[in-house]
């Protein structure tokens, strides 16, 4: 019994203890809530102007392209020295000669053909006449059928002479085709043939290209190439709008060298390409292959060029970074510590940056470009200021 009651007050004394210790507990110190404000970063835009160049880039096509063919049989006597790989030709040059022989030989046989043919038509129009003066003075009816058959002779005679004309025509063009002869100025792309080889109508001989100028097609986006107001070519057009069309600056950078080349926009395509939805404009670059001044190299076909095209100057317009625009259409200002949505309309943009004119925004604008998807007009935020940043740093440690 005696231990029963010692547990019931040990058990009571616990309980009084622990109460006592809760009651003298000190109260915890009550901290005031402070309110944190979104920090974010600003920039002060400036009105200025802005170039706006449209970047592409192309392969170099010749002007014109040109497969050589023999026009007639022979073997081949003579190939010019210019007539090689990456050689240069004038217009009219000879390039190749052809064993002329049996061509001029065909040109004697036709002369030779002519006179006889000649002499037989003399000789049946001196009948005619004859014949005809007989007819008046013996028998019409008997000389009216042998009268007839000369002139239908006579005029076979001439058929005949006329002929043999264009016999001798054709073997003097023989003649001529034997020298193959440049089309224009150019370069020799391939030679096909050799000294001795036997050729015939249609074999071909070799490649040459023009070298007056070479285009570079360049792809654009509908956007692009409005940015160009190029003269639209209509059906119904009696001329066609006749202006200075955008200049291209065409590169290329080879071991942290640029080549530059100058070319201009001289047409562009009638078509749009189906796969990517774009149309190409093609640019010109006159005499690629002249030697210019200094060290710069020549242009070569096939080359990969990149190009810049100049196309027009915006003016009073706002340059702004694109992590400071939500959804393409609106801006955050920051007005006195609130933050202010503002929708915009874009004029134009660039990989970094999107232009918007001046006049769309309020003066002296100050922009929001810490990224706040969420944000709405009235929210209250504080401007980054890294000195203050660094200051809670220091107190934190």
């Not at 006449?129 to 076979?156: C, G, I, M, P, V």
């Not at 007009?377 to 890294?386: H, L």
Request: glycine letters at 4%.
């Amino acid at each position: 019994m005696k231990q029963f009651i010692l547990t019931i007050l040990l058990i009571a004394g616990t309980i009084i203890t622990a109460q006592y210790l809760l009651n003298s507990k000190p109260e915890p110190k009550k901290k005031e809530r402070k309110i944190v404000l979104p920090v974010v970063e600003v920039f002060h835009p400036k009105s200025q102007q802005y170039n706006i160049t449209i970047h592409t880039a192309g392969t170099v096509e010749a002007h014109s392209k040109t497969n050589i063919v023999s026009e007639i049989a022979g073997k081949i006597t003579y190939i010019s020295p210019n007539f090689e790989e990456g050689q240069y030709f004038d217009k009219n040059e000879t390039l190749i000669k052809i064993n002329d022989s049996k061509y001029r030989n065909a040109i004697a046989i036709a002369q030779a053909e002519i006179k006889q043919k000649q002499l037989t038509l003399q000789d049946t129009k001196n009948q005619t006449s004859l014949s005809a003066n007989q007819w008046k003075l013996y028998n019409k009816n008997r000389q009216d059928s042998e009268l007839a058959a000369l002139k239908l002779k006579t005029a076979s005679s001439s058929s005949s002479v006329h002929i043999a004309n264009l016999r001798l025509q054709q073997a003097k063009l023989d003649l001529a085709n034997t020298q193959i002869t440049a089309p224009y100025a150019g370069r020799v792309l391939s030679r096909d043939v050799g000294i001795g080889q036997y050729v015939g109508p249609g074999t071909k001989l070799g490649s040459v290209y023009s070298t007056d100028y070479v285009e570079v097609r360049l792809p654009l986006t509908l956007d692009q190439y409005d940015l160009l107001e190029l003269p639209e070519n209509y059906r119904n057009s009696k001329k066609l709008v006749k202006r200075k069309l955008p200049e291209v600056i065409f590169y290329t950078k080879t071991n942290n060298k640029k080549k530059k080349w100058k070319g201009r926009i001289v047409r562009s395509s009638p078509i749009m390409d189906k796969r990517t939805r774009q149309i190409s404009v093609i640019a010109r670059i006159n005499d690629p292959f002249k030697k210019p001044k200094g060290k710069q190299s020549i242009v070569k076909i096939g080359q990969f060029l990149q190009a810049d095209i100049k196309t027009k100057t915006l003016r009073n317009i706002y340059i702004i970074p694109n992590r400071a625009i939500r959804q393409h259409k609106e801006v955050l200002l920051f007005d006195n510590g609130l933050v202010k949505t503002h929708a915009i309309t874009p004029l134009y943009s660039t990989g970094e940056n999107t232009i918007i004119s001046a006049n769309t925004l309020p003066s002296n604008p100050i922009i929001i470009t810490t990224p706040m998807a969420s944000a709405k007009t009235g929210m209250k935020v504080k401007i980054y200021k890294k000195n203050e940043v660094n200051n809670k740093q220091r107190e934190q440690r």
